[in-house]
């Protein structure tokens, strides 16, 4: 089965860092895309950032230069450093991964449980 563990999240100072990790198994590792996704009360649940199998990054601008997303397939795992953090960096951040294909759909598409990162002083 399908099994997407998320870790690493908590209360944070504004300006701290965080690192979130996210072990996925039961999937093909390798050739999937791995994302991050947060979501704060009230609003649309939105991409952070993803990162491909052959390692193309995209991530939003709201947290462009401040965070990092990279993966290790050797221990199937992705993570999210995230760094100055602020105020509204506070949400529920969950990890996504799907196996894409060359029509655009996503397949054993499957996400983490959440783990919430407040930021607060």
């Known amino acids: 089965q399908v099994q997407v563990v998320e870790s690493g999240g908590g209360l944070v100072q504004p300006g701290g860092s965080l690192r979130l990790s996210c072990a996925a198994s039961?999937?093909?590792?390798?050739?999937?895309?791995l994302g991050w996704y947060r979501q704060a009360p009230g609003k649309q649940r939105e991409l952070v950032a993803s990162?491909?199998?052959?390692?193309?990054?995209n991530v939003a601008a709201s947290v462009k230069g401040r965070f990092t997303i990279s993966r290790d397939n050797d221990k199937k795992t992705v993570y999210l450093q995230m760094n100055s953090l602020k105020p509204e960096d506070t949400a529920v951040y969950y990890c996504n991964t799907y196996r894409p294909t060359s029509w655009g759909a996503k397949l054993d598409n499957s996400w983490g449980q959440g783990t919430q990162v407040t930021v607060s002083s």
């Open positions: 990162i491909s199998s052959g390692g193309s990054v």
């Open positions: 039961g999937i093909i590792f390798s050739i999937s895309t």
